[in-house]
């Protein structure tokens, strides 16, 4: 499997938490980086935390505070707790993973296996 699988998307109300998960068919401790990325109706893909195969983090600025991304080495899994959730964090979101040792926020880094995303809906 080289598909990363997300699940734990759903419907939640403003306030409320949802954890997602991205389940990686490669071992995650090694180089290489793995991202939650999410992409709402008319808005473009945008980056929202990563972490590399050292377990360095980065979480975009509109969701520090709030989301977490964290991973289960032994499950090859990757979460993304999100608490506080606001209707602007209504999106799509992909879980991806590049093999390359890199900054994993940088925006050339080539994430190369997507996921088929879960929906996180929220509502005020």
């Known amino acids: 499997q080289v598909q990363p699988v997300e699940s734990g998307g ?5 306030g409320e938490s949802l954890r997602l998960s991205c389940v990686v068919g490669r071992n995650i ?11 709402a109706p008319g808005k473009e893909r945008e980056k929202v935390a990563t972490i590399r195969g050292d377990g360095v983090t980065y979480h975009t600025n509109s969701v520090k505070g709030r989301f977490t991304i964290s991973r289960d080495v032994a499950k090859n899994t990757v979460f993304l707790q999100m608490d506080s959730l606001k209707p602007e964090d209504t999106a799509m979101y992909y879980c ?14 080539p994430y190369r296996d997507w996921g088929q995303g879960t929906q996180v809906t929220v509502s005020s």
């Open 96 to 109: 991806a993973t590049g093999s390359v040792h890199g900054f994993c926020s940088d925006s050339s880094y």
């Open 29 to 39: 401790d090694s180089r290489g980086c793995i991202g939650w990325f999410r992409r």
């Open 10 to 14: 759903g419907s939640v109300e403003a």
